[in-house]
């Protein structure tokens, strides 16, 4: 346990982990689901579901070779990106799910709930 009031570094790797595992829990049953077949999935040595891109080979961040495996359906997903869309000044979709890729793979739906989003993508008459 820390005695400064402050998180350390390790401390919120460490939480976002078991978030990540939380989420993964209700999410998905195992790594051999039938909706994670076509996906390249496996669990990190501190239980995170993973999926391996085709970019290993490539000197990058272990999160950009190795994304974590998230489901849109979670609300804690859906919450992180909305939070991040809000954070990139309501980006598009394209712009927001390449940034989420570096770290994550989440499977389906995206911002189509964000209303500033939809007004500037509202085609004129």
Same mark, same amino acid.
């Given at each position: 346990?820390?005695?400064?009031?402050?998180? +350390?570094? #390790?401390?919120?790797?460490? &939480?976002?982990?078991?978030?990540?595992?939380?989420?993964?829990?209700? =999410?998905?049953?195992?790594?051999? +689901?039938?909706?994670? *077949? %076509?996906?390249?999935?496996?669990? #990190?040595? =501190?239980? $995170?579901?993973?999926?391996?891109?085709? /970019?290993?080979?490539?000197? #990058?961040? +272990? %999160?950009?070779?190795?994304?974590?495996?998230? =489901? =849109? #359906? @979670?609300? &804690? $997903?859906?919450?992180?990106?909305? @939070?991040?869309?809000?954070?990139?000044? @309501?980006?598009?979709?394209?712009? /927001?799910?390449?940034?989420?890729?570096? $770290?994550? *793979?989440?499977?389906?739906? &995206?911002?189509?709930?964000?209303? $500033?989003?939809?007004?500037?993508? &509202?085609?004129?008459?």
């Amino acid at each position: 346990m820390c005695s400064t009031k402050y998180l +350390e570094v #390790d401390e919120m790797k460490e &939480a976002e982990t078991i978030i990540w595992k939380m989420i993964q829990k209700t =999410s998905f049953r195992t790594v051999n +689901e039938e909706r994670l *077949r %076509n996906l390249r999935t496996f669990i #990190d040595p =501190s239980g $995170v579901f993973r999926i391996k891109t085709q /970019l290993l080979m490539r000197k #990058d961040f +272990e %999160n950009f070779k190795y994304s974590i495996l998230l =489901s =849109s #359906d @979670h609300i &804690a $997903v859906q919450k992180m990106i909305m @939070h991040k869309h809000k954070s990139l000044s @309501h980006c598009g979709i394209q712009t /927001l799910m390449s940034i989420l890729r570096e $770290v994550f *793979r989440i499977i389906r739906k &995206a911002i189509k709930t964000c209303t $500033v989003f939809k007004r500037f993508e &509202a085609k004129c008459p």
